[in-house]
């Protein structure tokens, strides 16, 4: 199983940017796919996730900023990140888990995002 993200980068205040998860070995549509995020100093916590029925959850700090989506045919997991501010700056990894499971069994490398003027 593989996990790998990309689009990370530096952007500024109220930027916008695209975080891509292709995973192979298991399919996104029938697991629990999930984006979380680790900044300097702080605990890793789950920012979005997306369950096999296709409902998603966010974290408080970034409801009506964030949008989780998977593309099925693509095996692919999309984080879109609009209004960007300084303290999202994190490094953002893609989880995947068993929908019976309460650990994230599957981790991508992490990819980092910075968000500064």
């Known amino acids: 199983v593989q996990l790998v993200e990309s689009g990370g980068g530096l952007v500024q205040p109220g930027g916008s940017l695209r975080l891509s998860c292709a995973v192979s070995?298991?399919?996104?549509?029938?697991?629990?796919m999930a984006w979380h995020r680790q900044a300097p100093g702080k605990q890793r916590e789950l920012v979005a996730r997306?369950?096999?029925?296709?409902?998603?959850d966010y974290a408080d700090s970034v409801k009506g900023r964030f949008t989780i989506s998977r593309d099925n045919a693509r095996n692919t997991v999309y984080l879109q990140m609009n209004s960007l501010k300084p303290e999202d700056t994190a490094v953002y990894y893609c989880?995947?888990?068993?929908?019976?499971?309460?650990?994230?069994?599957?981790w991508g490398q992490g990819t980092q995002v910075t968000v500064s003027s």
């Open positions: 997306i369950t096999r029925g296709g409902s998603t």
């Open positions: 070995g298991i399919r996104v549509s029938l697991n629990t």
């Open positions: 989880a995947a888990k068993n929908p019976g499971l309460s650990d994230y069994k599957y």
